[in-house]
T-cell receptor, first 111, second 112 residues
Framework: ELKVEQNPLFLSMQEGKNYTIYCNYS?????LYWYRQDPGKSLESLFV?????AVKQEGRLMASLDTKARLSTLHITAAVHDLSATYFC???????????FGTGTSLTVIP | NAGVTQTPKFQVLKTGQSMTLQCAQD?????MSWYRQDPGMGLRLIHY???????DQGEVPNGYNVSRSTTEDFPLRLLSAAPSQTSVYFC???????????FGQGTRLTVV
């Protein structure tokens, strides 16, 4: 069974600071996704990473994938309050298109 | 565009009752799936479908049934509701390999 672990589970950071969220998964995969969820809302797609070494950036967020280490990172640069949300990574198994999610990282950006 | 539509948004059931959560997508996606979200546990896959007539179990299938008679619809049935099924349920669809999933707005279910 594919396991996906995120850390930290909770993150409180000051505006303007940088931080990284980590996503580890247990079996071979080269398809990794990041989602954002605001309280009481649905999930919104942020990034799709489909190969080893893939890097995607959108605004203050940058995601990368290392398939050999089975690790993805979501880096936050100069955090702002609007980034406060829960961030999930998800992985497809090697065969199949179902998604296995991490437990999520609840991010709070403090002014 | 409607995207993925779930109904109802909220539901309260008594233990032992049955009900169906509806999910419909208008994007002609082959892949559809149901997840439940519980605090501290992320989203866990209940059942999924790779096309009309084809379904399979996910991580936590017990107590739930699905069917996929059309590409558009993927209902989730609770056979005999239990308090442990109190959760937020999300339906999602995607086109295929390497494509992101689109999520519905969720159904908040409480079983008393």
């Amino acid at each position: 069974e594919l396991k996906v672990e995120q850390n930290p589970l909770f993150l409180s950071m000051q505006e303007g600071k940088n931080y990284t969220i980590y996503c580890n998964y247990s079996t071979t995969s080269d398809r990794l996704y990041w989602y954002r969820q605001d309280p009481g809302k649905s999930l919104e797609s942020l990034f799709v990473l489909l190969s080893n070494g893939a890097v995607k950036q959108e605004g203050r967020l940058m995601a990368s994938l290392d398939t050999k280490a089975r690790l993805s990172t979501l880096h936050i640069t100069a955090a702002v309050h609007d980034l406060s949300a829960t961030y999930f990574c998800a992985v497809n198994p090697l065969t199949g298109n179902q998604f296995y999610f991490g437990t999520g990282t609840s991010l709070t950006v403090i002014p | 565009n409607a995207g993925v539509t779930q109904t109802p948004k909220f539901q309260v059931l008594k233990t032992g009752q049955s009900m169906t959560l509806q999910c419909a997508q208008d994007m002609n996606h082959e892949y559809m799936s149901w997840y439940r979200q519980d605090p501290g546990m992320g989203l866990r896959l209940i059942h999924y479908s790779v096309g009309a007539g084809i379904t399979d179990q996910g991580e936590v299938p017990n107590g739930y049934n699905v069917s996929r008679s059309t590409t558009e619809d993927f209902p989730l049935r609770l056979l005999s509701a239990a308090p442990s099924q109190t959760s937020v349920y999300f339906c999602a669809s995607s086109t295929g390999t390497g494509s992101r999933a689109f999520f519905g707005q969720g159904t908040r279910l409480t079983v008393v």
